[in-house]
């Protein structure tokens, strides 16, 4: 049986995200952000679609486990892990044949010693930090560690980066055209010692969407692929579609009597005789608890606002004082459209006070991705 809950993936509009970012970057790679199951959408499915298609010459990831998932499912793209990696889990990410960050003397040697061990030469990305302050090399350190990096027989420099903290806000265009030079500066320092690095890159989302792009080689969108500007505040210049629509149903309908409350904690009283559905998703789907009161659901092109506490499998959402039109097994939209009405992932992300990003990463495991 199929479960009440769906979480439905276009990947035709992830692919036409791609091909806008392809757009932009105008002749450089384009590297697709997969980590954290494809911001929730789905790692493998998202890949495998992507490297079917061409829609990218890269993926990106956080973690060593989700290149092996990766590539144990067939994806020979190339993988950029773009965090540092532990000693101990070097072996484990040369297996799986990823691209490994290096930003410190530390990591290089390491990373030399494990690939000699395995009698394996990797490829490894210089991170610089330009300003986000999160990982990298401090940017006079970076000649240096070419050199060590040249030292390094069994090391092969595929690539220098750097990442932009504000580049997806109106404001942060002067901080980040700042990186931009700087990171210009610092890719010079490196080439006088290695010689040219094929890939040089710095771009998100913000900067493909907003930024000139100098002289980068490769950009390194996420968000924008999955259908979401990085801020509320990105311009929008550039229209990008939307992939996810995510559903449940209702299982229970019900009369409420003005003056009785509903749900955990009791904090919502209907105002007056009410009708009141029941709708099978909770925060153990991902569907917040911060939304109780505050969000709204569609069913059959109308919008009905949750009332009372999100529960952890089930929301109640307020139907009117009508006899209601709607009923159990009907389709419930959590984000998308139904008829002329939509509910973005900006706007549940703005009742969460959280960002895009983390809304379809909370969708969890329950939830059946379709595609
Ligand atoms: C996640 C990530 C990206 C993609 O960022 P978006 O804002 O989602 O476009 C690019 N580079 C690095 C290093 C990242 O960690």
Redesign the pocket.
Known sequence: MPTPTQLRVDLEAIHANLALARDRANGRSVLA?V?ANAYGHGLVPVARSIQERGSADWL?VALTSEAEELRAAGITLPILK?TPTLADDLDDAITAELTLSVGDAGAIRAAQLAAAARGRIVEVHLKIDTGMRRVGAEPGDAALLGAQLADSPNLRVGGIFT?LPVSDVPEGGEFTRAQFRLFDDVVADVERVVGTVPLVHCA???AVLGHDLGRSTMV?????IYGSY?DPHTPRDHPLSDVARWTSRITFVKRVQAGQTVGYGRTWTAPVDTWVATVAVGYGDGYSRLLSSRGRMLVDGHSYPVIGRVCMDQTMIDLGPDLPTVGVGDEVVLLGTSGKERIGVEEIAELMGTIT?EVTCLITDRVPRVY
């Open positions: 952000a980590k990106g773009f990442h998100n989302s913000g390194r969108p996420g968000i924008m990085p990003y």
